[in-house]
């Protein structure tokens, strides 16, 4: 069974914490990406990358960076967490090639107090 | 820009009955469009992927219709069960970008 595991369900972290969320895929998929969703927001791009090392900025990449070392794994970074950034983190990958469609993981539920 | 509407934005229904969730996109120029579901604190599971060139796709009662010059998808669940209660999202995608999501369908189905 094909997936992306997000390594927390639910994550509380204090204010100015550097914080690391981490996907995995086992698809060998190309593309990855980083979303948060916010009731009444729905889903807003952060992040994603085609390839590993690469990466570019999504709808709202602010106070986030991200890592791609290898092709498996894409991790976001919260530099030093906020509470506005309590949200529901939500990782996907997609095939590079024809047309495939998105897999996500779990979610991770963070809460910054 | 593309825009991704669905409605009505909550729906609830008896068990039994048979419903259609509705999704339109206002750029007709799409590569393909994912039905999902969300149950809450959950991730998105897919439900179906309809390409461009299919008209629909059909996974046990769900079938998913796309008629992409009136930029619209329909998402028609038979005999609905409480266990499809849950938020359905529609999202679609141009070729060489990345998916844009609608709001999502929240959906109760009342024993």
């Not at chain 2, 120029?29 to 309809?50: E, H, V």
């Amino acid at each position: 069974d094909v997936k992306v595991t997000q390594s927390s369900r639910y994550l509380v972290k204090r204010t100015g914490e550097k914080v690391f969320l981490e996907c995995v895929q086992d698809m060998d998929h190309e593309n990855m990406f980083w979303y948060r969703q916010d009731p009444g927001l729905g889903l807003r791009l952060i992040y994603f990358s085609y390839d590993v090392k690469m990466k570019e900025k999504g709808d709202i990449p602010e106070g986030y960076s991200v890592s791609r070392e290898k092709k498996e794994r894409f991790s976001l970074i919260l530099e030093s967490a906020s509470t506005n950034q309590t949200s529901m983190y939500l990782c996907a990958s997609r095939s590079g090639t024809g047309g495939g469609g998105y897999t996500f993981g779990s979610g991770t539920r963070l809460t910054v107090v | 820009k593309q825009e991704v509407t669905q409605i009505p934005a909550a729906l609830s229904v008896p068990e039994g009955e048979n419903l259609v969730l509705n999704c339109s996109f206002t750029d007709s120029a799409i590569y393909n469009l994912q039905w999902f579901r969300q149950d809450p604190g959950k991730g998105l599971t897919s439900l179906l992927l309809i390409q461009s060139s299919q008209r629909e796709q059909t996974s046990g009662r769900l079938n998913a219709s796309l008629d992409k010059s009136s930029g619209r998808s329909t998402l028609y669940i038979a005999a609905s069960q409480p266990g499809d209660s849950a938020t359905y999202l529609c999202a679609v995608r141009k070729n060489g970008q990345n998916f844009v999501f609608g709001p999502g369908t929240r959906l109760s189905v009342l024993p």
